[in-house]
């Protein structure tokens, strides 16, 4: 079993609020909108780290890190990006990759706005963290946690912050 943390759009800044989160986790996945490389070293040097960049990443994150990521954990197939839609509204950049892979999970960041949904098409959940950073237009800063058991997903959890 993993216990695995997830969030998106931290825009340069991680709340240590979050990182106490996250304390029992033993991975952690970034998808995208990092904003500065020192909030991946932060995430790097406390957990096992799976990121992939975003629209607003530099180009030292962009090659450290890749657009997408197609991994297994625990037996459960994962679909990251940053850019990702939602089921019924997937973003033409990864529709094809979600058809062709068919994993069991796809993360990915973008809105700031919270959303775990199933995808009956796919068998797929889908989860977007929200925003964990100040800078947006979201008005709740959001993190999740979840454990990944011999290809099950569950006890998922939310953090909700204050923006400020």
């Not at 990092?34 to 790097?44: F, H, K, M, P, Y």
């Not at 850019?83 to 068919?102: K, N, Q, T």
């Not at 999970?105 to 950073?133: Q, R, W």
């Amino acid at each position: 079993m993993k216990k695995i943390g997830l969030l998106s759009d931290t825009h340069g800044w991680l709340d240590p609020k979050v990182l106490a989160f996250f304390t029992s986790c033993d991975e952690v996945w970034h998808c995208g909108d990092i904003g500065d490389s020192a909030v991946s070293r932060r995430l790097a040097a406390d957990f096992d780290l799976r990121a992939v960049y975003g629209n607003i990443d530099s180009g030292e994150l962009r090659r450290e890190f890749s657009k997408t990521l197609i991994f297994e954990c625990e037996g459960v197939k994962t679909v990251m990006t940053h850019i990702g839609g939602y089921p019924g509204h997937y973003d033409a950049g990864i529709r094809d990759v979600l058809y062709r892979e068919h994993p069991q999970l796809f993360v990915c960041g973008h809105s700031h706005i919270l959303k775990v949904m199933y995808d009956k098409t796919l068998a797929c959940l889908h989860i977007n963290p929200g925003a964990a950073g100040r800078f947006g237009f979201h008005q709740v800063r959001t993190a999740v946690r979840f454990d990944i058991d011999r290809g099950e997903i569950k006890n998922l959890e939310v953090l909700e912050l204050d923006k400020n």
